[in-house]
């Protein structure tokens, strides 16, 4: 298999990374622009490598099981705890996310990438508004017993 093979699969991920991460960097996450491009185009070379590795065996599962696990340990990363709230779960959902589009991307199923980041960009940025309408966010419900009080 000739390495220009691999050119789709990591500038996918890379532009899936770019789409999330962009609307993350514009709403001043921790994880912007290029954290999330770079969890995707790793946890694609990582799938892309494992594929080549295994040569049709049935480790090639073996290494995307690790990518998920380092991921996770990348999202812990992200939330922080204080005053009793916790603060980074989308952030850290948006990490553990990227890298399974990355693993799509790598694995070649490009519609499963794409459809996936364009459902993340909907609940991002079209859930964010449902949630400020309805209410739901940081302290809503401990500022209503304050006040109710």
Same mark, same amino acid.
């Given at each position: 298999?000739?390495?220009?093979?691999?050119?789709?699969?990591?500038?996918?991920a890379v532009?899936?990374?770019?789409?999330? #991460?962009?609307?993350? +960097?514009?709403?001043?996450k921790?994880?912007g @622009?290029? %954290?999330?491009i770079? $969890?995707? =185009?790793? !946890?694609?070379?990582f799938?892309?490598?494992?594929?080549?590795?295994?040569?049709?065996?049935?480790?090639?599962?073996?290494?995307?099981?690790q990518?998920?696990?380092?991921?996770?340990?990348?999202?812990? #990363?992200?939330?922080? +705890?204080?005053r009793?709230?916790?603060?980074? @779960?989308? %952030?850290?959902?948006t $990490?553990w =996310?990227? !890298?399974?589009?990355?693993?799509?991307?790598?694995?070649?199923?490009?519609?499963?990438a794409?459809?996936s980041?364009?459902?993340?960009?909907?609940?991002?940025?079209?859930?964010?508004?449902?949630?400020?309408?309805?209410?739901v966010?940081?302290d809503?419900?401990?500022?209503?017993?304050?006040?109710?009080?």
């Open positions: 298999m000739d390495w220009t093979s691999d050119i789709v699969p990591v500038l996918l532009g899936c990374g770019t789409v999330i #991460g962009l609307e993350r +960097q514009l709403k001043h921790a994880a @622009l290029r %954290t999330n770079l $969890i995707c =185009l790793g !946890a694609a070379v799938t892309i490598i494992s594929e080549r590795m295994a040569g049709g065996q049935d480790s090639i599962t073996r290494i995307a099981a990518i998920v696990t380092g991921v996770g340990f990348l999202g812990a #990363g992200a939330v922080i +705890q204080d009793g709230g916790i603060h980074g @779960l989308t %952030t850290a959902a $990490i =996310l990227m !890298a399974s589009i990355g693993m799509a991307c790598g694995a070649r199923f490009y519609g499963l794409i459809f980041t364009i459902l993340a960009l909907v609940v991002l940025v079209g859930l964010g508004q449902v949630d400020k309408y309805i209410g966010g940081r809503n419900g401990r500022k209503k017993e304050i006040n109710s009080q």
